[in-house]
């Protein structure tokens, strides 16, 4: 029912800054919520943050609050994560994902690459 396109990833070096985009279509509801998840290889996907898909509620991951904001683009329909200080700890296939109000992420995007070189 909601599709997700990530894009926006790529090579960057410590220190930068990155801004990952997640375009949403299909049938979303006003209490959906939105977030970004990232993958590291070897390891399970973890949370990296969240938002209400009017807006609002934001909550980001230990590992990366304080270096992320997540916000939504009215005009492009999308769910952006702009990331700063960027570490090499950071690499990971991102992927953006959606949920209904009381369950648990079940849409998925195909993830997008993001390496940092140290």
């Known amino acids: 029912q909601v599709q997700l396109v990530e894009s926006g990833g790529g090579l960057v070096q410590a220190g930068d800054s990155l801004r990952l985009s997640c375009a949403v279509s299909?049938?979303?509801?006003?209490?959906?919520?939105m977030g970004w998840f990232r993958q590291k290889p070897g390891k399970e996907r973890e949370f990296v943050a969240a938002?209400?898909?009017?807006?609002?509620?934001?909550r980001y991951g230990d590992a990366v609050k304080g270096r992320c904001n997540i916000f939504r683009d009215n005009a492009k329909m999308t769910v952006d994560l702009q990331m700063y200080s960027l570490k090499s700890e950071d690499t990971a296939v991102y992927y953006c994902?959606?949920?209904?109000?009381?369950?648990?992420?079940?849409?998925w995007g195909q993830g997008t690459q993001v390496t940092v070189s140290s």
């Open positions: 994902g959606a949920r209904r109000a009381l369950e648990s992420y079940k849409y």
């Open positions: 299909g049938r979303t509801f006003t209490s959906d919520v």
């Open positions: 938002i209400s898909w009017t807006g609002g509620n934001e």
